[in-house]
């Protein structure tokens, strides 16, 4: 069978391949620690449980549900943003619930994209967005991040670059993988940025409530609607990757294009899924605070390990992960971490799978029990 081209633009995944090679290391007994993967480890809230166990029996709960997501999603997103991120947006327009955000990328690059069309790419960020800009036909630019300036692109270099065949700019803050913020003025650089250069700026942004005191959205910036969409997902907040729930938010006019696409590719999202969603962004603040004392003691532990490693690290980023910086005179990142895996059989992400300036860099995912980090600190 003679595959379509588009496949030659991409390769498979890393993650996938990686985890095969761990899968088949475990298989032979050994006794492998993976803290790659950012997959949240702790179970969503009973409430958010009992709420899926008992919407399942209710009318209409199997059979084919709304393209946009039950109202009463759509009104709980918009109350979240509102008591959250003080944004106001209009349940009925400007928000389209997801099956997760990543399918929300390829959405969105569909949408808004013709082939040959540039796209801006942080370096390092996370892969998907280079691989269905590929995907869909578009021409990946990407622009620099360094931890001297913070993980935050030079918006003043970039504007002296030739931006006119730019239609979309990924940014992603808090910042994935380096648990970098981003301050008010910074975001408001942004969304002048991409007005000026009549671009798209789409922030994603699921990290915002682990170990983070301050969560941003990017639509708190006046006029940022006009230019700006904004994904976010459950996945992380909620202990709910598996469910796969998130939503895209934006003005009307870019969400009605973003659901021209989506209303062709799937046929609505579990009922019950739905409900239990609405009853997870209905949480008090003690699920935040319970979540974030868990995170904080990994935490913690896993700074102990990157000590016992000799690198170094931001105590103050945000997020489900430890992004270090290696000794100097270790070995290229994926080397380093291959060292690792057959030596000590612990499975740790190299900085190279998020771009070129991740080398140097390796990143530690928090979703790892804490009698596991020991495990691991003792190993050394």
């Known amino acids: 069978m003679i595959t379509a081209d588009r496949l030659n633009s991409i390769q498979e995944y890393y993650f996938s391949k990686k985890l095969r090679e761990v899968r088949g290391l475990m298989a032979e007994g050994k006794p492998i620690i993976n803290m790659g993967i950012g997959s949240p480890d702790l179970a969503p809230s009973p409430q958010v449980l009992e709420t899926l166990r008992d919407s399942i029996i209710e009318a209409g709960a199997h059979q084919y549900q709304s393209y946009q997501g039950l109202p009463q999603l759509r009104e709980a997103i918009a109350d979240f943003y509102q008591q959250k991120f003080e944004v106001t947006v209009d349940p009925s327009s400007e928000i389209l619930p997801l099956m997760g955000s990543k399918e929300g990328i390829m959405h969105i690059s569909m949408a808004f994209l013709n082939e040959g069309d540039k796209v801006l790419l942080p370096n390092p960020g996370y892969p998907t967005y280079t691989s269905v800009t590929n995907l869909v036909g578009g021409a990946p630019v990407s622009y620099d991040l360094k931890a001297e300036n913070g993980w935050f692109p030079d918006l003043e270099e970039l504007s002296k670059k030739d931006l006119s065949k730019v239609k979309v700019m990924w940014i992603s803050y808090p910042h994935m993988p380096t648990g970098a913020t981003a301050t008010k003025e910074q975001l408001e650089s942004l969304v002048k940025f991409a007005k000026e250069n009549e671009i798209l700026l789409v922030n994603d942004n699921p990290y ?173």
Not at 219 to 232: Q, R, Y
Not at 239 to 266: C, F, P, Q, Y
Not at 267 to 294: C, H, N, R, T
């Open 208 to 380: 915002s409530f682990v170990l983070s005191s301050n969560p941003t959205s990017i639509l708190s910036i006046e006029g940022a609607k006009d230019c700006t969409l904004e994904l976010n997902s459950l996945s992380k907040t909620f202990n709910m990757a598996g469910w796969r729930v998130g939503m895209v938010l934006g003005s009307a006019e870019h969400i009605t294009a973003v659901l021209k696409v989506k209303s062709n590719m799937d046929s609505g999202m579990f009922y019950g899924i739905q409900k239990g969603a609405i009853a997870a962004l209905q949480s008090g603040p003690e699920w935040f605070e319970a979540l974030d004392k868990v995170y904080t003691k990994r935490r913690e532990l896993m700074f102990q390990l990157a000590d016992k490693l000799g690198c170094t690290y931001d105590k103050n980023a945000v997020g489900m992960f430890v992004w270090c910086k290696l000794p100097e005179g270790a070995e290229p990142s994926e080397e380093f971490i291959d060292k690792v895996l057959y030596d000590k059989d612990i499975f740790i992400a190299p900085g190279t799978i998020f771009g070129s300036n991740g080398e140097g860099y390796i990143r530690f995912s928090l979703c790892v029990k804490e009698e596991k980090i020991e495990e691991a600190i003792e190993r050394f």
